[in-house]
């Protein structure tokens, strides 16, 4: 009797999130046996229809000091959305050895009584090789369903990312850990040309500076613009929250990138404080930078942008922010012109970034190239 | 001559096409109805909670009724609380939407009534920055399409701009297009008179429904399911469509138009043209709708001397449904006590083309049925030789074929039945069915059929609206059967209980063939 009871209590508790410790030996072993248990066999708690959806795998490497807790509370959002089996790789230096596993479900009520439930699966690696926590993940993903492999790390650690990448569809990583950091956007410029195709990358920045590419887009399509002069540029200014030492962050530099491929713009030689192009005909074209104080925009986000056409300021894009939410409000010349165009993401979580990575099928060329001329913009140290 | 190019926004490239939309105003010529209240600004709120109206937009609700810009505001706030029960309503996000909804009170029939409209309009180009493209929503009820047509050619609104980025007027006409096929070409002339076919998006809400656009990419973006997609392999189709709802106090236009006109000839016939329509030469627009209005046109017409063998008519009497009792048709409101109007139709269909000759499609529609379910499922031939029938004694013979199901509502879904070992030591088989559903597949919410065409609309995509050749088409196909109904009355109306599947003739349809309704 008290098997059973324990048992139950077993199963109710996988079913509602909490961690349960497994052998990592056993992991698959003893997630079968959860759900076999959840779905009606001996144990089963109660009368709920308890239904496992997954449509991809999401992996995430960290070694955030909170990271069983902190994002374990974002996979859950996102898997809420966007069922998956959701693997939390920790990878953590340290003197003792140690390499656990949990497994817990996560479960969201649909209708009175249905639940649908993913999986998560927590790895902690700590004074482990890199090549130990790859044994354990690599053969826990889902087969014929797509890897999604979230580098939550500031920097690229090659031992532990090429086993999973070589796995992965696609390596999302977020330039705003180190939003000055130019060098992790040459990185990953790099890796993207290395990969042959193999994989994709993208950045949950550039999900970031999406409000700021289609309010520029707006605004030069008949109103409050016409498209003619966006072919006149000759200045942008970027303005993004830093301090006065901080050169281009990743958000400004992305952004040119992007202006520059889609108007075909010949980057010249970089510097910190501005780029310099040639365009199609020839004409000098600016973009420079200016860290400003901001008191709600995180570092290195782009808070305003100003477009010059002959030396004359046109178009103005501003962010409007307030501490919940921020709005691309762009006026011309005349201040009655002004006009609300977008809402930008920069208050957007992790989890809902992340939402829209899976929910993208193929590559993001236009990324790509954006980070690809980026990269060529980087000031050299 | 060489045309000088269009100039593109190099920007626009890679943007997500959702938000591609151009800025424009939507009109909705009708707004105080219960189209507006219970489908349009549910749809039109989602639509801003998830960033995907462009900028510069904003609505003008018009109708008769008096009101002030700011009670149509309050109006409308409360019917999207009330009937868009799947959407969280966030005040910030309303007030702010609500500040771009304007309402003008007039009469649809009267040339200066749209005088104002044309002078609101010019207005709002500058206030909002709409740049003079137009969306006019008529959801007024048919009889003023051809006024409000009319009205719009006059006051200048309805004319396109030359030049190539010229403001655009579109317009959406809800069904019914028509009430027969002389009808519909009438009304179709008139709105040609004054708009370009590429202007006119005639709504069939049923296109907007993720299953039935999953209906294209499950054929045609898998490579296992269409080389079976035939009348080699498909032995018939079963389209069902049931409600188990009344006429719901609409009676009065219930018996004008009946559940052929109201059902068949648009949705049901676009479902059978999405299953049985030749794969596309590209996903553009038009090429969808070559497609869709070419299998309409390979539909065998009816033997009306011998309509009997492929048309069931019927009319709900009094019965249960779930547990209630229900009223016969001829007891709701505003309908006849003698009615002849039916409520439920059967059919059964060929398309004589090199797919699918001599396949049976039938097709059936009705209120007040048993169950409110609405699917498409495809009936395999079965195997040529029943390897295991005779030793289990016809189990497995008895329960049918391999079922390729599409839900429609109200599960969105996929699944397919097919057979498998029971485990142990005998040979014994069982059925099994497999499940896609779209709500636990997913995890996230689907956008409403309205959400999706009006939003296909404002980017201009005319993929899944009708065209005028395939209106004509089902008109021509259906036409007959009015004709022939008209001029015989039914013999045993009411024939059906409500609650119930309809009247007996329904399953005779497939009995004569051997076959029966799929058990739902």
Known sequence: MSSVVSEKTAVESFLSGQLTQVDVARIERELRKFWADAAGGPGAPGANTVIRACTFNLVMITSEDDAETKAGDVLDEVVAHHPARAILAIYRPGKERRLDAWVSARCHLQGANKQICSEQITVLSEGCKPQELTSVVIPLLLPDLPVFLWWKEPTMQAELLTPLKNVARRLIVDSARTPFDVSFLANLARMREQSNGSFWVTDLNWRRIGGWCRSLANAFDGFPLDLEYLFRLSKINISYAGGASDGPSAQALLLSGWLAGRLTWQPGSPNAASSHFKGPDGTPIEIAYKPVKHDFAPPGSIVALECLFDDKVVLTLNLECTADEAQIVASTVSPEERQEIESVHFHASEAFLIGQEVEMPGPDRVFEESLTTAAKLLPRK | ?520
């Not at chain 2, 989602?46 to 018009?62: D, E, K």
């Not at chain 2, 655009?168 to 019914?176: M, S, T």
């Not at chain 2, 065409?453 to 089902?474: K, N, P, Q, Y």
């Open chain 2, 1 to 520: 001559m060489s045309q000088s190019p269009v100039l593109v926004n190099p920007l626009r490239e890679g943007i997500s096409l959702d938000q591609a939309g151009e800025p424009c105003a939507m009109i909705i010529l009708g707004a105080h109805g219960d189209l507006t209240k219970r489908k349009l600004l549910p749809a039109l709120y989602a639509l801003c909670q998830q960033g995907l109206l462009p900028p510069g937009f904003c609505i003008v609700g018009m109708s008769r009724t008096k009101m002030t810009d700011e009670e149509f505001r309050q109006s409308m706030g409360e019917s999207i609380q009330k009937y868009a029960t799947d959407l969280v309503f966030d005040k910030q996000l309303w007030d702010k939407f609500a500040g771009s909804m304007y309402y003008l009170s007039s009469n649809f029939g009267k040339e200066e009534g749209f005088a104002p409209l044309a002078k609101l309009l010019k207005d709002l180009e500058q206030k909002h920055g709409t740049r003079g493209n137009n969306l006019f929503y008529m959801a007024t009820p048919p009889s003023l399409y051809e006024d409000i047509v009319d009205r719009l050619a006059e006051s200048g609104l309805a004319q396109k701009r030359p030049g190539e980025r010229a403001p655009w007027p579109r317009i959406i006409v809800e069904k019914p297009f028509g009430r027969d096929l002389d009808s519909a070409a009438k009304l179709d002339e008139h709105i040609h008179n004054v708009f370009q076919e590429s202007q006119v998006f005639r709504i069939d809400h049923y296109l907007g429904k993720e299953t039935v656009q999953n209906i294209m990419i499950l054929r045609f973006a898998n490579s296992i399911f269409e080389p079976l997609w035939n009348r080699h392999y498909v032995d018939n189709v079963q389209i069902t469509n049931a409600e188990t709802i009344g006429v719901e106090g609409r009676g009065g236009y219930y018996e004008e138009a009946g559940n052929l006109r109201d059902m068949i000839q648009n949705h049901m016939l676009q479902l059978v043209s999405m299953v049985s329509m030749e794969p596309p030469i590209s996903m553009d627009a038009e090429a969808i709708r070559d497609e869709k209005a070419k299998v309409l046109r390979c539909m065998r017409p009816f033997d009306v001397k011998n309509l009997g063998a492929s048309v069931v008519r019927g009319q709900y009497d009094n019965g249960f449904i779930l547990g209630q009792e229900v009223p016969a048709y001829r007891k709701e409101p505003s309908v006849s006590p003698n009615s002849n109007t039916e409520t439920f139709t059967a059919l059964k269909l060929f398309i004589d083309n090199w797919r699918w000759a001599d396949v049976p499609f039938y097709v059936r529609s009705g209120k007040r049925l048993a169950k409110a379910t609405t699917e498409v499922s495809i009936q395999f031939k079965r195997t040529p030789h029943r390897l295991f029938s005779e030793t289990l004694g016809g189990t497995f013979g008895n329960l049918g074929p391999n079922v390729l199901v599409l839900h429609i509502q109200p599960e969105e879904g996929i699944s397919l039945k097919f057979v498998t070992k029971q485990p142990g030591t005998a040979t014994q088989l069982r059925w099994l069915s497999m499940d896609f559903n779209y709500g636990t597949a997913f995890g996230v919410r689907s956008p409403s059929a309205y959400e999706r065409l009006v939003h296909d609309c404002i980017l201009g995509d005319a993929s899944l609206f009708a065209r005028t050749d395939a209106v004509e088409a089902s008109w021509s196909l259906i036409t007959p059967i009015l004709e022939n109904w008209a001029k015989e009355s039914p013999k045993q109306f009411p024939n059906y209980a409500a609650g119930t599947w309809g009247p007996a003739e329904s399953d005779a349809l497939l009995q004569a063939d051997g076959r029966s309704w799929r058990q739902l």
